[in-house]
């Protein structure tokens, strides 16, 4: 069983900077492939990235590629998603994933093993 609790969310302008964290409690997180999606109001839940369990392969969404980092850190079981270059298309409520599956896997599949509860990311013009 993995729990996952997301923050750093927040209100800021476009171009301006946000890093999210998500803390992973129990003991098998360095085994599972990492990721983050987003929900904006109105619209479906989208891929952002995904990171696999050595951080060995990264896979980001079109949209955010160039601008968005995902990484994590195995010893402090916590995966982050530094976010630059933030724009007001990028305002959602963002959920941290884990699931065995590898990155790339992780954008098609209807079924993921463990959601977060979401952080809130509001982009303002």
């Known amino acids: 069983q993995v729990q996952l609790v997301e923050s750093g969310g927040g209100l800021v302008q476009a171009g301006d900077s946000l890093r999210l964290s998500c803390a992973a409690s129990g003991r098998t997180f360095s085994s599972y492939t990492m990721g983050w999606f987003r929900q904006a109001p109105g619209k479906e839940r989208e891929f952002v990235s995904a990171i696999s369990w050595n951080s060995g392969s990264t896979y980001y969404a079109s949209s955010v590629k160039g601008r968005f980092t995902i990484s994590r850190d195995n010893a402090r079981n916590t995966v982050y998603l530094q976010m630059n270059s933030l724009e007001p298309e990028d305002t959602a409520v963002y959920y941290c994933?884990?699931?065995?599956?590898?990155?790339?896997?992780?954008?098609?599949?209807?079924?993921?093993?463990?959601w977060g509860q979401g952080t809130q990311v509001t982009v303002s013009s």
């Open positions: 994933v884990a699931d065995r599956a590898t990155p790339w896997a992780i954008e098609t599949m209807s079924i993921i093993d463990y």
